[in-house]
Protein backbone atom coordinates (compact mmCIF):
# COMPACT_ATOMS: atom_id res chain seq x y z
CA UNK A 1 0.00 0.00 0.00
CA UNK A 2 3.45 2.30 0.63
CA UNK A 3 2.15 3.95 -3.25
CA UNK A 4 -1.75 4.90 -1.78
CA UNK A 5 -2.40 8.15 -0.03
CA UNK A 6 -3.46 7.71 3.54
CA UNK A 7 -5.90 9.82 5.68
CA UNK A 8 -5.07 10.72 9.16
CA UNK A 9 -8.72 9.39 10.84
CA UNK A 10 -9.27 7.67 13.95
CA UNK A 11 -12.24 5.16 14.58
CA UNK A 12 -13.55 3.11 17.48
CA UNK A 13 -15.95 0.12 17.47
CA UNK A 14 -18.95 0.04 19.40
CA UNK A 15 -20.80 -3.16 20.60
CA UNK A 16 -23.88 -0.95 19.89
CA UNK A 17 -23.75 -1.63 16.49
CA UNK A 18 -26.14 -3.72 15.34
CA UNK A 19 -25.17 -6.91 13.75
CA UNK A 20 -24.41 -8.28 10.09
CA UNK A 21 -27.36 -10.28 8.93
CA UNK A 22 -26.90 -10.34 5.36
CA UNK A 23 -24.84 -8.51 2.58
CA UNK A 24 -26.59 -7.37 -0.34
CA UNK A 25 -25.77 -7.58 -4.06
CA UNK A 26 -23.73 -4.36 -4.93
CA UNK A 27 -23.04 -5.23 -8.80
CA UNK A 28 -20.00 -6.24 -10.59
CA UNK A 29 -16.48 -5.14 -9.37
CA UNK A 30 -15.02 -2.20 -10.56
CA UNK A 31 -11.61 -1.96 -9.00
CA UNK A 32 -8.88 0.09 -11.03
CA UNK A 33 -6.77 3.06 -10.31
CA UNK A 34 -9.76 5.61 -10.34
CA UNK A 35 -11.38 3.21 -7.57
CA UNK A 36 -8.24 3.99 -5.21
CA UNK A 37 -8.15 7.66 -6.22
CA UNK A 38 -11.34 8.36 -5.31
CA UNK A 39 -11.51 6.26 -1.77
CA UNK A 40 -8.68 6.85 0.54
CA UNK A 41 -7.52 4.78 3.38
CA UNK A 42 -7.17 6.09 6.86
CA UNK A 43 -3.89 5.21 8.56
CA UNK A 44 -5.37 5.05 12.06
CA UNK A 45 -8.42 3.33 11.51
CA UNK A 46 -8.66 0.02 12.90
CA UNK A 47 -8.24 -1.91 10.02
CA UNK A 48 -5.33 0.62 8.73
CA UNK A 49 -3.45 -0.55 12.83
CA UNK A 50 -4.22 -3.88 12.08
CA UNK A 51 -2.73 -4.02 8.28
CA UNK A 52 0.42 -2.10 9.63
CA UNK A 53 0.57 -4.61 12.14
CA UNK A 54 0.24 -7.86 9.79
CA UNK A 55 3.02 -6.78 7.25
CA UNK A 56 5.24 -5.45 10.07
CA UNK A 57 5.51 -8.38 12.65
CA UNK A 58 8.78 -7.71 13.48
CA UNK A 59 7.89 -3.48 14.56
CA UNK A 60 5.32 -5.71 17.01
CA UNK A 61 7.32 -7.61 18.85
CA UNK A 62 10.23 -5.10 19.10
CA UNK A 63 7.59 -2.62 21.07
CA UNK A 64 6.21 -5.72 22.85
CA UNK A 65 10.02 -6.19 23.99
CA UNK A 66 10.64 -2.61 25.05
CA UNK A 67 7.65 -2.04 26.73
CA UNK A 68 8.10 -5.17 28.59
CA UNK A 69 11.24 -3.94 30.15
CA UNK A 70 9.68 -0.89 31.41
CA UNK A 71 6.31 -1.91 32.39
CA UNK A 72 6.79 -5.49 34.57
CA UNK A 73 2.87 -6.29 33.88
CA UNK A 74 1.68 -9.72 32.84
CA UNK A 75 4.09 -11.98 34.00
CA UNK A 76 1.76 -14.44 35.90
CA UNK A 77 -0.81 -14.50 32.25
CA UNK A 78 2.80 -15.53 30.86
CA UNK A 79 3.60 -18.25 32.92
CA UNK A 80 0.26 -19.47 32.72
CA UNK A 81 0.54 -19.40 28.13
CA UNK A 82 4.18 -21.38 28.68
CA UNK A 83 2.28 -23.65 30.94
CA UNK A 84 -0.39 -24.39 28.83
CA UNK A 85 0.01 -26.80 26.09
CA UNK A 86 -3.78 -28.11 25.76
CA UNK A 87 -5.63 -26.80 22.42
CA UNK A 88 -8.34 -25.67 24.48
CA UNK A 89 -6.78 -24.21 27.27
CA UNK A 90 -5.09 -22.11 24.68
CA UNK A 91 -7.62 -20.87 23.39
CA UNK A 92 -9.31 -19.87 26.34
CA UNK A 93 -7.08 -18.00 27.32
CA UNK A 94 -7.13 -16.09 24.10
CA UNK A 95 -10.64 -15.52 24.61
CA UNK A 96 -10.60 -13.71 27.90
CA UNK A 97 -8.55 -10.74 26.49
CA UNK A 98 -4.89 -11.45 27.22
CA UNK A 99 -2.68 -8.69 27.83
CA UNK A 100 -1.58 -7.26 24.85
CA UNK A 101 2.05 -7.83 25.71
CA UNK A 102 1.60 -11.56 25.78
CA UNK A 103 0.11 -11.63 22.51
CA UNK A 104 3.33 -12.53 20.36
CA UNK A 105 4.00 -15.67 23.23
CA UNK A 106 0.34 -16.51 22.95
CA UNK A 107 0.10 -16.84 19.19
CA UNK A 108 3.29 -18.71 18.94
CA UNK A 109 2.12 -21.21 21.04
CA UNK A 110 -1.96 -21.82 19.22
CA UNK A 111 0.42 -21.98 15.67
CA UNK A 112 2.49 -24.93 17.63
CA UNK A 113 -0.63 -26.67 17.57
CA UNK A 114 -2.67 -24.78 14.57
CA UNK A 115 -4.33 -28.34 13.23
CA UNK A 116 -6.77 -28.41 16.36
CA UNK A 117 -6.76 -24.67 17.36
CA UNK A 118 -7.48 -22.99 14.10
CA UNK A 119 -11.05 -24.86 13.58
CA UNK A 120 -11.83 -23.91 17.14
CA UNK A 121 -10.68 -20.06 16.44
CA UNK A 122 -12.60 -19.95 12.66
CA UNK A 123 -15.50 -21.41 14.66
CA UNK A 124 -15.27 -19.01 17.71
CA UNK A 125 -15.19 -16.29 14.49
CA UNK A 126 -18.86 -16.60 14.01
CA UNK A 127 -20.04 -15.25 16.86
CA UNK A 128 -17.59 -13.60 18.79
CA UNK A 129 -17.75 -9.98 20.04
CA UNK A 130 -14.57 -9.44 21.53
CA UNK A 131 -11.97 -6.92 19.30
CA UNK A 132 -9.01 -8.86 20.83
CA UNK A 133 -9.86 -12.16 19.77
CA UNK A 134 -10.57 -11.07 16.11
CA UNK A 135 -7.33 -9.40 15.97
CA UNK A 136 -5.29 -12.22 17.72
CA UNK A 137 -7.36 -14.36 14.86
CA UNK A 138 -6.48 -12.79 12.47
CA UNK A 139 -3.23 -12.80 13.29
CA UNK A 140 -2.56 -16.39 13.46
CA UNK A 141 -4.45 -16.73 10.28
CA UNK A 142 -2.07 -14.89 8.65
CA UNK A 143 0.67 -16.66 9.94
CA UNK A 144 0.13 -19.92 9.58
CA UNK A 145 1.35 -22.59 7.22
CA UNK A 146 -1.75 -24.02 5.89
CA UNK A 147 -4.51 -22.01 3.77
CA UNK A 148 -7.24 -21.22 5.21
CA UNK A 149 -8.45 -18.72 2.26
CA UNK A 150 -11.37 -21.06 1.63
CA UNK A 151 -12.57 -20.94 5.28
CA UNK A 152 -12.18 -17.04 5.33
CA UNK A 153 -14.55 -16.90 2.04
CA UNK A 154 -17.03 -19.00 3.86
CA UNK A 155 -16.91 -16.61 7.23
CA UNK A 156 -17.54 -13.66 5.02
CA UNK A 157 -20.24 -14.66 3.02
CA UNK A 158 -22.00 -16.10 5.96
CA UNK A 159 -21.69 -13.59 6.83
CA UNK A 160 -20.05 -13.47 10.26
CA UNK A 161 -23.04 -11.08 12.79
CA UNK A 162 -19.96 -8.62 13.94
CA UNK A 163 -18.94 -5.69 11.82
CA UNK A 164 -15.72 -5.26 13.64
CA UNK A 165 -14.76 -9.08 12.95
CA UNK A 166 -16.23 -9.12 9.20
CA UNK A 167 -14.53 -5.67 8.24
CA UNK A 168 -10.54 -7.25 9.70
CA UNK A 169 -11.43 -10.71 7.99
CA UNK A 170 -12.45 -8.54 4.78
CA UNK A 171 -8.22 -6.85 5.35
CA UNK A 172 -7.19 -10.66 6.11
CA UNK A 173 -9.27 -11.78 2.88
CA UNK A 174 -6.80 -9.02 0.73
CA UNK A 175 -3.66 -11.22 2.14
CA UNK A 176 -3.92 -14.10 2.04
CA UNK A 177 -7.34 -14.63 -0.28
CA UNK A 178 -8.05 -14.77 -4.43
CA UNK A 179 -9.57 -13.97 -7.22
CA UNK A 180 -12.25 -15.50 -5.73
CA UNK A 181 -12.30 -12.84 -3.31
CA UNK A 182 -12.96 -9.87 -4.75
CA UNK A 183 -16.65 -10.15 -4.87
CA UNK A 184 -17.50 -10.52 -1.83
CA UNK A 185 -15.08 -7.59 -0.41
CA UNK A 186 -16.56 -5.41 -2.83
CA UNK A 187 -19.95 -6.31 -1.60
CA UNK A 188 -18.90 -5.72 2.03
CA UNK A 189 -17.05 -2.28 1.10
CA UNK A 190 -20.46 -0.97 -0.02
CA UNK A 191 -22.21 -2.54 2.37
CA UNK A 192 -20.44 -1.14 4.94
CA UNK A 193 -20.55 2.23 3.48
CA UNK A 194 -24.36 2.18 3.18
CA UNK A 195 -25.38 0.71 6.35
CA UNK A 196 -22.52 2.13 8.83
CA UNK A 197 -21.91 5.56 7.33
CA UNK A 198 -20.51 7.04 10.52
CA UNK A 199 -18.24 3.85 11.12
CA UNK A 200 -14.57 2.95 9.50
CA UNK A 201 -15.18 -0.46 9.15
CA UNK A 202 -14.93 -0.01 5.10
CA UNK A 203 -12.02 0.74 5.23
CA UNK A 204 -11.65 -3.54 6.20
CA UNK A 205 -12.36 -4.05 2.68
CA UNK A 206 -11.05 -1.45 1.21
CA UNK A 207 -7.68 -2.66 2.20
CA UNK A 208 -8.64 -6.20 1.34
CA UNK A 209 -9.22 -5.03 -2.14
CA UNK A 210 -6.34 -2.50 -2.99
CA UNK A 211 -4.42 -6.18 -1.69
CA UNK A 212 -5.92 -8.42 -4.01
CA UNK A 213 -5.85 -5.44 -6.72
CA UNK A 214 -2.45 -5.18 -6.21
CA UNK A 215 -1.51 -8.91 -5.99
CA UNK A 216 -3.39 -10.04 -8.85
CA UNK A 217 -3.10 -7.66 -11.35
Not at 39 to 53: C, D, K, R, V
Not at 81 to 97: F, Q, R, Y
Request: proline content about 6%; hydrophobic content about 35%.
Amino acid sequence: MKDKKLKNTASRPSREDFPVRRIDDYGEPKIDDDFFNENQFEMFSASGILYNTLIRPDLEKAVQAVVKRHLPRGEKEAKRIEATNDAEGLVEIMKSSPDTLNHCLLVEKLLQQQDTTIPMILEELKHTNSDLFVELAVSILHKSSSDHSSELLSLIRLPVNNPYALSQLCVLAGMIGHKDHIKPLWDCYHFFKERYPDKSYYQGPLIGLWELHTRLS
